[in-house]
């Protein structure tokens, strides 16, 4: 995921320049879980807030909702993250 994330960063910010919203949403969406999986949470929660401001297809949503939930459970939200994960 390391060598990942300054390529899912170039491909979110070219395809928001570029006004495809719905793809910079999917880039940054495996940003934030690229930025989980190194628990990097800070960052991953900052590039989920991103995919949500670029309104993201129904279809990748879920895999939002999902890194939300992973998100909090790394910030030890267990409450949270458990709501999350069964909703």
Same mark, same amino acid.
């Given at each position: 995921? %390391?060598k990942?994330?300054?390529?899912?960063?170039?491909? !979110?910010?070219?395809?928001r320049? *570029?006004?495809? *919203?719905?793809?910079a949403?999917? &880039?940054?969406?495996?940003?934030?879980? @690229? *930025?989980?999986?190194? %628990?990097? &949470? @800070?960052?991953?929660?900052?590039?989920?807030?991103?995919?949500? @401001?670029?309104?993201? %297809?129904? !279809?990748? !949503?879920?895999?939002l909702?999902?890194?939300a939930?992973?998100?909090? *459970?790394?910030?030890? !939200?267990?409450?949270?993250a458990?709501?999350?994960?069964?909703?």
């Amino acid at each position: 995921p %390391e060598k990942a994330i300054p390529y899912y960063r170039q491909a !979110r910010d070219l395809s928001r320049q *570029l006004g495809v *919203l719905p793809d910079a949403a999917r &880039w940054a969406s495996n940003l934030t879980a @690229a *930025l989980a999986a190194l %628990e990097d &949470w @800070a960052g991953a929660e900052e590039a989920l807030q991103s995919a949500l @401001a670029l309104k993201p %297809e129904p !279809r990748s !949503r879920v895999f939002l909702e999902l890194n939300a939930a992973a998100i909090a *459970l790394g910030r030890g !939200r267990s409450a949270e993250a458990r709501k999350q994960y069964e909703a």
